[in-house]
């Protein structure tokens, strides 16, 4: 028991935060021990750990982007699903507004609650069972945790972000692309059934079957109607390796036109693309597409480039383990982190654009843009196919092949005048975007008024006001995403 390391983070926090017994409604503020008095109302039963040290509120009121900052009054680390259930009906009672927190790679706060609670959800993390067709998890494993758990039976999520450390809670409120979507949607269109705690403090399970309209408007629903505390996932087998292409174009429609190609016939597993810089000025496009596959089924290299025009004699062509190419992003991270760049602010734009406009706009974006407007980071750009989506919160233009384009600007440390024009950048492109008929992916850093989310939402928007009044009547969850702003 000594060495319980369960045991011991529990009892840190306790040291932390004194031992929060209650919340006083009239001051609002939390009770701990040493204070109790009459005059507050018990905390319902945690199996987890409330935290109200000023380190812990520090850490929740930050996030990936770094531009936005709200103290939350205190975070919740679960040690249940019943302990979300309880703060949350507690939370309800004391109109205290609750944010559910995964990894907290949000850009611009959405993860965030200002004087409310935060549940941190990445201390349910148990991964429960794993058969032929799917597993079960909790929201807060991580999908890098997941797919450790699978590999060994030869079995894999259908779709993988480019980036395995987010949670699985996190992508699900967004959809979750990579660059197997053109294959098979987002990670949102591969769930069988969720478990969900609404803005009431109930606890329900939902898949098309049962509870369907709860499913439907959390699922990329941006975390307004229920906190997803558990996961069915779709599982396909996985091949051992990855034979990885790497193609470069000079010119955008030629690139543009072998990208769509490539995601109609579907020739291989994984097609995604960049926008990188022309060491001679201007910049250039990098096509990248996997193979997966199991020795000795070696993929036809030949066949796989067939009728392609990038620039002869440039391609790279490199076989990986397929995990490994999977989390080919983890060296540069660790990179990122050793020099301290990763915790520079993050102004990030993530749109998705009508394929029948993406040469006019994206011409138009790099003949001005610098790598200073980047932060010389990346900036990708990839079709995917609107037939593979069936979530209806799930926001694309009304085409069939539409285009992440996304600018993962950095910006430099300690330069708020800097972050402040590539917000304002971001917006001009979002506008310029949407009234090409485009949307926005919103992981992002995009300053976005009740009117904005009305017009993102579309037709689906009445759906999603009825299902906020019916599974979270009081406006309890998620304020940071600013779409219910008031009480
Ligand atoms: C380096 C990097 C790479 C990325 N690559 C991709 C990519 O390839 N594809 C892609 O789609 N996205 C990508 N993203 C964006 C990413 O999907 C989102 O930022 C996602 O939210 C990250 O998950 P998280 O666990 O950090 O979520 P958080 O930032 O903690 O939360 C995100 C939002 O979801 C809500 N939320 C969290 N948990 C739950 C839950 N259990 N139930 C309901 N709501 C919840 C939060 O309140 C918040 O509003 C990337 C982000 C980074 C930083």
């Known amino acids: 028991m000594k060495n319980n390391p369960a045991r011991r983070n529990i009892l840190q926090g306790l040291i932390a935060s004194a031992v929060v017994v209650g919340f006083n409604p009239l001051n609002r503020s939390w009770v701990t021990s040493a204070e109790a008095a009459q005059s507050f109302i018990n905390l319902p039963h945690l199996d987890g750990v409330l935290y109200t040290d000023d380190a812990t509120r520090t850490n929740a009121a930050d996030d990936f982007g770094h531009l936005v900052h709200r103290y939350p009054k205190a975070i919740l680390k679960p040690g249940s699903i019943h302990d979300i259930v309880n703060i949350i009906k507690f939370a309800r009672t004391h109109t205290l507004k609750v944010a559910p927190r995964g990894q907290g790679h949000t850009c611009y706060g959405q993860a965030q609650v200002e004087d409310g609670i935060v549940i941190d959800i990445s201390t349910l993390n148990k991964i429960h069972d794993i058969s032929t067709e799917r597993v079960i998890v909790e929201a807060g494993v991580r999908w890098s945790e997941l797919l450790q758990a699978t590999l060994p039976q030869q079995l894999t999520p259908p779709v993988l972000t480019d980036y395995l450390e987010l949670s699985i809670g996190g992508t699900l409120s967004f959809g979750g692309i990579g660059g197997a979507t053109h ?20 606890l329900l399970t939902c898949s098309l079957y049962q509870n369907r309209d709860l499913f439907e408007t959390v699922l990329a629903g941006l975390g307004q109607c229920g906190i997803i505390v558990r996961a069915t996932i779709r599982l396909i087998k996985a091949e051992r390796n990855a034979r990885v292409f790497l193609l470069d174009y000079d010119d955008l429609a030629a690139f543009t036109h072998d990208q769509r190609l490539l995601i109609e016939d579907k020739r291989f597993n994984y097609v995604e693309g960049q926008i990188i810089s022309d060491p001679n000025g201007g910049w250039r496009y990098l096509l990248e597409a996997a193979s997966f596959y199991t020795p000795p089924n070696e993929p036809d290299n030949i066949s796989l480039l067939a009728s392609l025009s990038y620039t002869r004699g440039t391609e790279q062509i490199e076989d990986k383990i397929y995990f490994d190419f999977l989390n080919r992003l983890s060296p540069t991270v660790a990179f990122l982190q050793s020099i301290g760049v990763w915790s520079n602010p993050h102004p990030w734009i993530n749109l998705f654009v009508p394929g029948t406009a993406v040469e006019q706009y994206i011409s138009e974006v790099v003949s001005i843009l610098t790598l200073a407007d980047t932060g010389n980071s990346p900036i990708l750009l990839y079709p995917v196919k609107t037939d593979r989506f069936t979530l209806p919160l799930f926001r694309v233009p009304n085409e069939q092949i539409v285009f992440l384009f996304a600018i993962l600007r950095t910006a430099p440390s300690d330069d708020d005048t800097t972050s402040a024009r590539m917000l304002a950048d971001n917006r001009r492109l979002f506008e310029r975007n949407r009234d090409l008929g485009g949307t926005r992916y919103p992981v992002d850093a995009i300053a976005f008024s009740q009117e904005d989310w009305q017009q993102h939402f579309g037709s689906v928007w009445s759906r999603l006001v009825n299902a906020k009044r019916r599974y979270d009547p009081d406006n309890v969850l998620t304020p940071g995403q600013g779409i219910f702003t008031g009480s």
């Open 183 to 202: 294959r098979y949607g987002m990670q949102v269109d591969n769930i069988l059934e969720l478990q969900v705690v609404t803005g009431e403090g109930h």
